[in-house]
């Protein structure tokens, strides 16, 4: 190692350098440190979450660092992906929202969090016994035979756009009255829809389930 030449460089968790200086104008380590990142409580945090200084060689340091210094590494902090929930719908339900229905009335509205996100379609295991002899569902082009209506399964991915309470009978004639209807966009029916087990409201589909979503989404592309 050169003095001379030498950096402290300062690492992210994800091994991306956010700051740098001569070990020949900040011998220490700690006032390197100290002068990235003045405040004792940030450094604290920093530390916590497991950011690092280390000292390069202007060789080390032309390989490790420069790049996050002009944006061609590869560690930029990526979002994480939105939340994915499934909605449990029962049929001949689920099939009329790919297939003309355009809201889905709840009691309550989407949360907020995931308004936009992406929702997956499910169709729950026992048909609604009313629904199968809803005028509105019989109307609807291509309804399939009741034993050809898929159930426990999903069916389709989209995105929940969001929700509205009631007024003045919108949505008709699918939009229940005094509810929240909600609303969606870009449904993509799975070629193959994927077994699942379904339950009430929102619910979170495990990192098993998604994987398979993922693949038959693919497919279905
Ligand atoms: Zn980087
Ligand atoms: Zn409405």
């Not at 829809?193 to 979503?213: E, F, H, K």
Request: hydrophobic share 40%.
């Amino acid at each position: 190692m050169s003095a001379t030449t030498d950096h402290w460089v300062r690492f992210d968790p994800a091994g991306c350098a956010h700051s740098s200086a001569y070990v020949a104008e900040v011998p220490l380590a700690e006032d390197a440190y100290r002068r990235a990142v003045p405040k004792i409580a940030d450094r604290r945090r920093e530390a916590a979450a497991g950011w690092t200084l280390k000292r390069l060689t202007k060789e080390q340091w032309r390989e490790q660092a420069k790049p996050c210094f002009t944006g061609d590494c590869a560690h930029q902090v990526v979002e994480p992906p939105r939340e994915v929930r499934a909605l449990t719908v029962r049929q001949p339900y689920a099939w009329a929202l790919l297939h003309g229905k355009q809201v889905e009335n709840r009691t309550w509205p989407v949360p907020a969090a995931l308004v936009d996100s992406t929702v997956l379609l499910h169709a729950g295991r026992e048909p609604h016994r009313q629904g199968l002899h809803d005028p509105r569902v019989l109307g609807l082009e291509g309804l399939p035979a009741r034993e050809d209506l898929v159930t426990g399964a999903v069916l389709a991915v989209g995105r929940l756009t969001g929700s509205h309470l009631e007024t003045g009978g919108c949505c008709a004639p699918w939009g229940d009255r005094e509810v929240f209807h909600w609303t969606f966009a870009d449904w993509r029916p799975l070629k193959d829809p994927v077994p699942a087990t379904g339950t009430l409201g929102l619910w979170r589909p495990n990192a098993d389930l998604l994987r398979l979503i993922e693949e038959a989404d693919r497919v279905r592309a």
